[in-house]
């Protein structure tokens, strides 16, 4: 699906949007649900990834396909690896045949689990044959996704002797890992995580437990974005959400306070008012705790004309594409001056947007969405707009609330 893109004539914008559960917060409820009995879970995503996570617990034998979704392939090689008796293939689309799984094999290979490597050594597809894990202690390597630790951390419980993990190196992704502890605190499944050592208690059942999923705040940061971009006054409701959050991506409500926005939290809303213009011309931010923002924010500031350096961006180059070189090639073509390394990405301010540009999207859901915004400021084609549905299927009907025309072509 091509769409051509074209923002609100009336640039103070008024809408309130209800967006679906965090696909993270998802994957990790469906999991301990699997597990568990008595768990139900309330607001759960609606996108694909956490559709082919559904699917996936499911499977008794044969091939598990989980598409682009990161968290149901490596959340599944954990969950699979302990249900004895269940011998399944995992596998996904071509560019998860690219993702690593290494060190996560490494790590349950080393608990006693039986996975071995379809085609290429260290990446999907992968063959589990299900076994009682009988080891309680390992380490792994922290730096280079936080998903291999999720991962190990919703089996833990279900062992027979619980798990201590030792994290090695620089703790990538952090909020994601408390993400997971937060989940099992709320079934009473007692865990604690000091420096670099992660110690989860087993446990055999749960009390019957509601776990309410908060809608995705990854999601959220594209209306902070469009907020960024919109007149003074402008102001756009989002539920449900609540301060206390589990996901890291919630600091979107500080960093959007240099792009003169303004958060104010209802009973389950969030409110993102634009108050100001931005009084920076380049802003510095470290985005190792939330890596998903990082296109959201790079396009955002190019948009308002300002520069910025963005730094954390290491595990950008393993996600749905690499993301700082889809970033590069697409920014660049908007006539913006950016540079990128490895594990950082600079834009200098600039004046002028390039007009009527199609954008590539490369099977990433973020860069479709990121790039939306910048309707705001000039039309623009998407290619492969049907992307989004891998965490937000509705974005673009959403778009048209806010008086976007989405034009399908
Ligand atoms: O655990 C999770 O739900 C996620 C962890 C992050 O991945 P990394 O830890 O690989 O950075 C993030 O990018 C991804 O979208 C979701
Ligand atoms: C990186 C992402 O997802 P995953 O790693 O789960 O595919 C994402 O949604 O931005």
């Known amino acids: 699906m091509r769409l051509h893109l074209t923002g609100p004539t009336e640039k103070e914008l008024r809408a309130h949007i209800k967006i679906t559960g965090s696909k993270s917060e998802s994957n990790r409820s469906l999991l301990l649900a699997a597990l568990y009995k008595g768990i139900t879970i309330e607001n759960t995503s609606n996108s694909d990834d956490a559709k082919v996570m559904a699917q996936g617990l499911k499977k008794t034998s044969g091939t598990v396909d989980i598409h682009h979704a990161g968290t149901a392939m490596r959340f599944l090689t ?179 306070t240099h792009f003169g926005v303004e958060t104010s939290f209802g009973e389950h809303t969030i409110s993102l008012k634009k108050v100001t213009e931005p009084k920076e011309n380049t802003v510095t931010f470290d985005l190792a705790n939330a890596p998903d923002i990082a296109q959201t924010i790079a396009v955002t500031t190019f948009g308002l004309g300002m520069g910025c350096h963005l730094t954390g961006l290491h595990t950008l180059k393993i996600k749905e594409t690499d993301r700082l070189e889809a970033l590069f090639t697409e920014l660049s073509k908007f006539g913006a001056d950016i540079s990128v390394t490895d594990k950082s990405l600079t834009i200098i301010p600039s004046k002028g947007i390039k007009e009527e540009v199609a954008i590539d999207t490369y099977n990433d859901h973020r860069m479709a969405m990121a790039f939306a915004p910048l309707a705001m400021k000039t039309p623009l084609f998407v290619n492969d707009a049907g992307v989004v549905s891998k965490s937000y299927p509705d974005f673009w009907e959403d778009l048209k609330e806010l008086q976007f025309k989405v034009m399908e072509l």
Request: charged share 20%; glycine share 8%; hydrophobic share 40%.
């Open 78 to 256: 954990g969950y699979f690896s302990g249900q004895e008796g269940r011998n399944v293939i995992l596998t996904g689309s071509k560019r998860m045949t690219e993702r690593p799984i290494k060190i996560l094999v490494d790590a349950l290979r080393e608990l006693g689990a039986d996975i071995s490597y379809e085609k290429e050594e260290g990446y999907p597809p992968i063959k589990i044959k299900g076994k009682a894990l009988i080891k309680d202690r390992v380490s792994l390597p922290a730096n280079v996704s936080s998903q291999y630790i999720s991962s190990l951390l919703l089996l833990a419980p279900s062992l027979k002797s619980g798990l201590e993990l030792e994290l090695v190196g620089k703790i990538t992704s952090v909020p994601y890992i408390k993400m997971t502890l937060g989940l099992l605190d709320e079934l009473g499944i007692p865990n604690s995580f000091e420096g670099n050592l992660i110690k989860v208690s087993p446990k055999a059942s749960v009390s019957p437990t509601t776990l309410v999923v908060e809608s995705d705040w990854s999601s959220a940061s594209y209306y902070y974005s469009i907020v960024a971009m919109a007149a003074i006054g402008s102001e756009i409701t989002l539920s449900a959400y609540k301060k206390d959050s589990l996901q890291g991506d919630s600091v979107l409500a500080e960093l959007y």
